[in-house]
């Protein structure tokens, strides 16, 4: 019955005291005994002053660990010292399933073929205006599904419709689905109207109009759609998505497009040449603002490359980069471009678990709360203390 | 007046019932704000509160298990714990002075190794505490008739029992009752899509459950990780302050039942008065670890409704050192996301137009 508190290493990949597991920050439940020397005495003065003599003298580590960077061996960077109940989280991470990152997908998909479909009605690509606002419908109906199935009470869904409340990123996001929903739904109806017999001559006559209106408004909610869901995640206090508010709007947002461009790639080699460029251009951002999001947050960001985030994170970058190279090589093969749009889809959608991930390791260990919060305040002390010129 | 003008999203917000739409503060049906002063100087780990509010509010149990640390077998507040006992083991070393408490078990039981350690020191703890001295069972009777005769033998007193606090020893016990912050600006209530969370007349923030549909925003959006969602319930739960209570013009649960008055409700601004002239009192007892928690209107969240007086930093116990409310920055978060999906739209637009027909 010492005390204590665990200090700042608690086993992650690449710590020199390894885990039990080799996956990301240990969850709390899982405690490491005493005595394998990552736990150390909650002793305000010892952690604060340089006591680290004694530490070593009881075996205990001063928590002042080196962690290597991948691609740089060379790159130590000292791990911040901090103090923590019993190594336990400070905040609490999302009680969500995989429903969620799932729908975080396939609301871009939704959004990003809503878009796609939208242009190519108005440039004349029929067929990738199809498969845009059947993807969109299709997309649609399978995130209403893990939104609803995700909840502890799937049966009060209904409750959303209660409130609209600004501060919420929750209820806003069901509004603009609820606005979204009959718009792609009309719009992928339309579709379906050539190939239902017996319909009078006028219905035929009016579905094209009603289809374009119906498909450009779904395309004018579909940035909301797309982008909502980065504040959705922002807007709570699990450090690596609220640290990322400047990354995770383009990170989705890029994604949302490069799923549009995928859908866009499995049209026929005529119609395929904007969805080629989208699909380079996204996938261009979706990379630059995954590696913004993981070198641009600090502490927060190396949660990205940890634990189950990390394998994600690479494969994410992977298949969008293979997606892109083969979206410019299948030029002349429409096999070659349904590859590259299937790489830009599942690469999109990997970055959603990836993120997913990232969050909830990043709230299970209270590194990544204590220590910028606490640094944090020693920044505000030091600029309180600064003599006024 | 315009409720935007006020600092409804962040910074100090005077009148917090009347912000959330309940009666303005001078009107005559306004009710004070109400909250928690624990001042853990004084709380003896005992308890009560934990067990007060499970009584009070039917909360289920939180499961029997021995985590392995210190007297703290229920972990940290939750859907099932709405008061939580930190029960915190310090060494303040002198110079190079050691206890000899290395090796004994702390961490969680959880696991094999952890428990083997504990079961082990279990069986020899009562012959280790009693060191062969303990009276047997015939003996007392005669033993309790005489006054006790000084053999010269050392004597052990508690860690610190000197009477004074500045005789202080290495080792000293911090225990401390936590709860749920009934924030000024509250995360929780903030991103609630349902409106399931509320705020009270009492400036408290409590959760309908009847509106709760089990969604988990919450959870994730409350800096002091206090509200859990229920496993078996799906729904989410945090302590109320005791909402039906303060109706009746009743004490918390938890607030009475406290036998040491660490526990102490009232009105927000008496607490914080009593408050700082309490810090200031044990300031002068040489107790210079002695600071407030959550009391300034001015921190990350506006203040807590239940704040604390703590003898260590923040983190020590389990409470974040510089908690923010999420939505202090949502208005940039939703320009940033605007210029995105502007973004969006522009990339789609461009690989279209410029790819002609």
């Known amino acids: ?389 | 007046m315009s409720r935007f003008q006020t600092n409804s999203l962040s910074g100090p917000l005077h009148d917090v019932a009347a912000n959330a739409g309940h009666a303005d503060p001078d009107s005559p049906e306004a009710k004070p704000r109400l909250g928690f002063f624990t001042d853990t100087s004084i709380c003896i780990g005992c308890k009560a509160c934990e067990v007060a509010c499970k009584e009070w509010n039917s909360v289920p149990d939180d499961g029997l298990q021995m985590l392995g640390m210190s007297y703290d077998n229920t972990g940290s507040l939750g859907a099932n714990t709405w008061r939580h006992v930190a029960f915190i083991e310090q060494q303040r070393p002198l110079g190079f002075q050691e206890p000899g408490l290395e090796g004994t078990p702390t961490g969680e039981s959880g696991i094999r190794e952890s428990a083997d350690i504990v079961q082990g020191a279990v069986q020899r703890l009562p012959d280790a505490t009693r060191m062969g001295t303990h009276a047997l069972d015939y003996q007392l009777g005669a033993a309790a008739a005489r006054p006790p005769v000084d053999l010269g033998l050392p004597l052990t007193k508690p860690p610190g029992d000197n009477g004074s606090a500045e005789g202080r020893t290495e080792f000293r016990w911090l225990m401390a009752s936590d709860v749920c912050k009934h924030c000024t600006h509250a995360g929780c209530l903030d991103v609630c899509p349902t409106g399931a969370l509320f705020r009270t007349e009492f400036g408290t923030v409590v959760v309908q459950e009847d509106i709760c549909n089990g969604c988990g925003y919450c959870v994730p959006a409350c800096p002091y990780g206090v509200i859990d969602r229920r496993e078996e319930d799906g729904r989410a739960w945090k302590c109320t302050l005791c909402y039906d209570r303060l109706k009746d013009d009743q004490t918390p649960a938890c607030a009475q039942a406290c036998p040491t008055e660490s526990i102490q409700f009232g009105p927000l601004d008496e607490l914080r008065e009593r408050a700082a002239k309490r810090v200031e009192q044990l300031h002068s007892l040489g107790v210079s670890d002695a600071r407030l928690y959550g009391e300034s209107p001015d921190d990350g969240v506006g203040g807590d409704g239940a704040f604390f007086l703590l003898l260590d930093e923040p983190e020590v116990y389990g409470l974040p050192p510089d908690p923010v409310v999420p939505t202090s920055n949502l208005l940039q978060m939703w320009r940033q996301a605007g210029l995105a999906g502007a973004g969006l739209v522009a990339a789609v637009a461009l690989a279209f137009v410029g790819a002609g027909q």
């Open chain 1, 1 to 389: 019955m010492t005390l204590l508190g665990s200090d700042g290493s608690s086993p992650g990949p690449g710590d020199a005291s390894g885990g039990p597991e080799s996956g990301g920050p240990r969850p709390p439940q899982e405690g490491v005994p005493l005595g394998q020397g990552n736990v150390t005495e909650v002793t305000r003065d010892g952690l604060r002053n340089v006591v680290s003599d004694r530490l070593a003298q009881t075996g205990a580590h001063g928590g002042r660990k080196r962690r290597s960077r991948r691609g740089d061996p060379n790159a130590m960077v000292p791990e911040a010292e901090f103090t923590s109940y019993y190594g336990r989280p400070v905040v609490k991470a999302a009680p969500w399933t995989n429903d969620i990152p799932a729908y975080l997908f396939m609301g871009g998909l939704a959004a990003g073929s809503s878009l796609v479909a939208a242009a190519a009605d108005l440039t004349g690509r029929p067929v990738t205006r199809q498969a845009g606002r059947y993807t969109a419908l299709a997309a649609l109906l399978g995130s209403s599904y893990a939104l609803i199935h995700d909840l502890g009470r799937p049966e009060r869904f209904y409750n959303m419709l209660r409130v609209a409340r600004l501060t919420s990123p929750m209820s806003m996001g069901t509004w603009i689905l609820s606005a979204y929903a009959p718009a792609a739904g009309a719009a992928a109806v339309a579709e379906l109207a050539p190939h239902v017999p017996g319909l009078p001559v006028w219905v035929r006559s009016v579905t094209p109009v009603a289809g374009r209106i119906a498909g450009i408004s779904a395309a004018a909610l579909a940035p909301a759609l797309a982008s909502y869901t980065s504040v959705l995640l922002s807007d709570t206090a699990t450090p690596s998505w609220r640290e990322g508010w400047r990354q995770l709007p383009v990170v989705f947002v890029s994604g949302a497009a490069a799923s549009g461009a995928g859908i866009g790639l499995l049209a026929p080699l005529e119609e395929s040449g904007p969805a080629r460029r989208l699909a380079v251009g996204s996938a261009a951002v979706g990379i630059a603002a995954a590696y913004w999001l993981e070198h641009g947050t600090g502490l927060a960001g190396t949660a990205y490359s940890e634990g189950k985030a990390a394998p994600l994170t690479r494969a994410s970058r992977g298949l969008l980069a293979t997606g892109a190279a083969l979206a410019l090589a299948g030029r002349r093969s429409r096999a070659v471009s349904a590859l590259a749009g299937l790489c830009l889809l599942s690469g999109s959608a990997i970055k959603r678990f990836s993120t997913f991930e990232a969050g909830l390791q990043s709230a299970r260990d209270p590194k990544f709360t204590v220590v910028p919060q606490r640094e944090r305040l020693r920044k505000g002390q030091q600029a309180s203390e600064r003599p006024i010129p």
